[in-house]
Structure formats: C-alpha cells, structure tokens
C-alpha cells in the first residue's frame, strides 16, 4: 500500500491551484495547509481547495508537519523556503524554474542533501504522453542521426501581466522574461528528447533578446528571445521565446534527422514519420494527431490542462513509496536553466557561450 502524503503548499498564486486541483485527484494525497501573507488569498484558497492557511511557511511547516512542500512562490524565492523544509527534512517538489539561476539551485541541492530530503522539479510536458511517445522513438533510435531540434513558444503577455505590483517581467523575481518564464518548458522538453536520441548535452549557444512587445517602463526583461544550439555531436537546435507576439499562437515542437521527423503542435502530434515504419506507428498517429490544437498559454496562462501535474506529483510520490531515483532531480533540472544562462550570457556579450 501506498502511503497517505499530507503536502503542504508555499505560495498560492494562480500555479497553486494547479497544485492543489492535482493533489485532490490523486488518492493517497491530501492538501494539509497553504502559506500566503495576504490573509483574504490565503483564506480564499484554503476555502475553495482545504487544508489550513498560514501566514508564514515556517508557520505552517511547524504546525501542520507535512511529509511533502510543493513550492510554488515567485521563481526567485524558491530557495528559502527549501532550505527551510531541508532543515525539518520535508521533501520538496518545486514549481520550475528551480530557481533562477544555477548558483542558487547548487544551494538548493546542498540544502537537500543536508537534509536528507528529495527535491524535485516540476516539468509537467515530461509527463504529457505525447510528449514521451517521442522521447521514447528519439531513445530508440527512430530518427537515426539527429539534425535539428526546435522549440518555439510565440506568445502574448498583455502589460497587465507585468503590471507593477507583479513579479512577472523582474530580474529580482523572475530571473529573466519570456525565455526564462514562459519558455522553459520547451527548453527543457528540447535538451530531454535530443539527449535521448545520442545528442548528448547542449555545448553551444549563440542567442538575441528583445522588447519588441512591452515598452521598458513595463518589463524589466526580455520578451522576444531566439538562441541556436550546437550539440555535443554536431546536432543543431533553435528556440523562440516571446511574449510579445499579438495575439498568440500554439507552441510547437520539432525533432529530425536521416530517418525520421516528430512535430508536436500543443498537444497534437502533427507529424510523425519514419524512413523505415513500425507496426506501432499508426496507432500513435492515430492517439496523438488528426485533432485540433487549441488552449495552451498562448494569450492566457491559466489556459493550461493540470493533468500533467498530477502525473509529475504522482510520479514525486512513488519516489518517496518505493525509494527509487527522482526523475526529475536537481541536476536535471538545472539543465535548462543553464541553457537559459547561456542565451542570457550570449545576448549580452554577443558571443558564443559555451557551456
């Protein structure tokens, strides 16, 4: 039997209640309590979704004893509350990025191991089935020698999205713009998939960053980003990141090579052919495509299907159950956010950066 989880929550912005609708579908789960300093939103959360509110996280970590945090505060605060769930060995779950950048989650990862907790990452679409139908072919080989790898995310953010009393679009809070937020997604789905197909590890990255769609009193960061990859084995890879594109369109994801070409357009596998077809390939064809793409966080970023949470938390708590390794550690989390570095390093100094 599975143990019962009590999880406990660490902020309770809008990705919260993603949080708190995947741990109610999950059965050996139940959310125990919340931290906001806002009384009324905190109140609000709790009333909608149970568990006790709490002013303060240590508060709450003290008084409700949970066996698991989800940390789902702005993405530059991520690293205190950790350490101090480390401190009271409360495994950890976080919200992505780990944090903003690799210095902090080295500390995070230190906090951890002090601890002898897990600390895990969020990176839902490694749990969405189409998604791991194509990492499954790159892993075997299907595409043959890899080519390209590309991830776009061509979105809009209106300016009451990074309205002042937000932390969205701040270098303090969200480490960076639309490559760092809404992109890293697709960062990391890019390095996952192509590692499995041979590429190894991105090595290269030579990238531009702009305000095109936000004027400077609105956004701290950037909201257009476009970066091309150079892989360990010679693969190339291209990202688009942007906020700034009126009024929004799917995001679209693109792996091929000698043999064979996958296109995942939001949650619809447009493209899935092979040099040399398998008896499978119809029947994934068949679950994944001939439907229309639509939702996503094209223009809202609530617009998001949460089943793919539910996995990543049910996937964190089987970890716990029968002690196997996390599949979304801090190592492996950390690898977008250092590809994301490296787009950030080349923009400035409008050099290669090599990682």
């Keep these: 039997m599975s143990k019962n989880y009590r999880i406990g929550i660490i902020g309770v912005g809008a990705i919260a209640g993603m ?24 109140r609000e959360f709790v009333d909608q979704f149970g568990g006790e509110w709490f002013a303060g996280y240590e508060q709450m970590l003290d008084t409700v004893k949970p066996d ?15 350490q101090a769930c480390a401190q009271r060995g409360i495994h950890v779950l976080c919200e992505k990025p780990l944090e903003i950048n690799t210095a902090r989650i080295g500390q995070m990862n230190q906090a951890a191991d002090q601890g002898n907790i897990k600390l895990g990452g969020i990176f839902p679409q490694r749990y969405n089935p189409v998604v791991q139908a194509v990492q499954k072919a790159a892993g075997a080989g299907r595409f043959g020698q890899l ?32 490559m760092m937020n809404q992109s890293i997604h ?20 030579f990238a531009f960053t702009g305000k095109r769609g936000h004027d400077d009193d609105v956004i701290e960061v950037e909201d257009t980003a476009v970066a091309v990859l150079r892989f360990e084995n ?9 906020t700034s594109m009126y009024p929004g369109s799917l995001k679209r994801f693109q792996i091929a090579g000698r043999d064979g070409t996958a296109e995942i ?16 390939d119809a029947a994934i064809r068949e679950q994944f495509g001939g439907k229309t793409a639509t939702g996503g966080g094209a223009a809202d ?21 029968d002690g196997s390794a996390l599949d979304i ?3 492996e989390a950390s690898k977008a956010v250092a590809i994301i570095e490296a787009v950030y390093e080349s923009a400035r100094t409008g050099q290669c950066v090599s990682l």
């Design 19 to 42: 949080h708190a609708r995947a741990i109610a579908d999950i059965p050996n789960a139940t959310l125990a309590g919340a931290s906001c300093r806002t009384e009324k939103k905190g």
């Design 68 to 82: 698991v945090v989800t940390i789902c505060t702005p993405s530059g605060v991520h690293l205190e509350p950790t």
């Design 147 to 178: 080519a390209v790898v590309s991830a776009y995310v061509p979105w809009w953010r209106d300016d009451a999205y990074y309205a002042p009393d937000r932390w969205q679009g701040t270098v303090q809070y969200d480490g960076g713009g639309a």
């Design 186 to 205: 697709g960062v990391d789905m890019l390095q996952w998939i192509a590692a499995a197909g041979g590429t190894g590890a991105v090595r290269d990255v």
């Design 234 to 242: 010679g693969a190339l890879g291209q990202l688009l990141g942007a």
């Design 265 to 280: 357009l939001e949650d619809e596998l447009i493209t899935y052919a092979f040099r040399d077809e398998q008896d499978g």
């Design 301 to 321: 970023p609530m617009a998001i299907d949460y089943s793919n949470h539910t996995r990543n938390i049910q996937a964190f708590l089987k970890t716990l159950d």
């Design 329 to 331: 550690d801090a190592t």
